[in-house]
């Protein structure tokens, strides 16, 4: 009988254990540990672009293509992630994911900054979007569009790649990934009031503007050789 008792406590210590596990919030990364990490990434892509220079060298169709790859891997995979649910602010200029508030614009102009893009992260944040989309993305590929029918067509005959998207007084990301899926990318001044990634054709802040230009950054190869040397991006005038 005793050792039936002994039986009983184990599984009743067991239960109490599993449901702890379970119900108890997850302690995840501290805020120190993100930044960390997140500065780990940005000293990875700055390694990176060193072994592309020495690459250039010998290959530079190829080392362009590879780096233009690379940066958006790096833009969607761990850039972008590291900033969801960041808080918006209309005057937000966080330079840290995580801390303190963002504005579109500064999340924009300090996404392309923190992928090895020499810009005035500030100034570029300030500015309207289409300042901001004339001075990234090929001119042949930015094009301006009142219905959403026109845009998903856009989309629809590009590669997949890095998007910016200027909307009435809004700015963001779209990403195409490779399952021809596509993603708005943006500090939402709608609910949640934060950094998000959400389906494009369910986004409200894209459904509800009247005006929305889009350009590539992919097909810009003066933009990609300027970033495999460090050289400094204008803003549109």
């Known amino acids: 009988m005793k050792l039936y008792h002994q039986f009983i406590l184990v599984g009743v210590l067991a239960l109490i254990a599993l449901y702890l596990y379970w119900v108890e919030p997850r302690k995840g990364p501290s805020p120190n540990e993100k930044a960390e990490a997140y500065q780990e990434v940005l000293a990875q892509i700055d390694q990176k672009k060193r072994i592309f220079q020495k690459k250039y060298k010998e290959d530079q169709m190829l080392a362009i293509a590879e780096s233009r790859a690379f940066v958006m891997d790096q833009l969607s995979q761990n850039i972008f992630p590291a ?46 979007a289409s300042v901001i989309i004339k001075s990234m993305a090929a001119k042949s590929s930015i094009q301006t569009y009142t219905k959403m029918s026109d845009l998903h067509f856009y989309l629809k005959r590009a590669s997949p790649g890095i ?64 970033w495999m040397h460090n050289e400094q991006i204008k803003l549109a005038s």
């Open 83 to 128: 900033w969801y649910g960041t808080p918006w602010a209309f005057h937000g200029t966080s330079q840290q994911p995580g801390q303190g508030k963002i504005a579109c614009g500064y999340f924009v102009s300090g996404c392309l900054k923190d992928a090895g893009f020499k810009l005035p992260r500030a100034k570029m944040g300030q500015q309207a």
């Open 163 to 226: 998007f910016i998207l200027g909307l009435d007084k809004h700015v963001g990301f779209i990403w195409k990934n490779e399952a021809e899926e596509c993603f708005f990318i943006h500090s939402s001044g709608m609910y949640p009031r934060q950094v998000v990634q959400e389906p494009l054709d369910k986004s409200k802040s894209v459904l509800k503007s009247k005006i929305k230009m889009v350009g590539a950054l992919g097909p810009n190869m003066a933009l990609w050789q300027k």
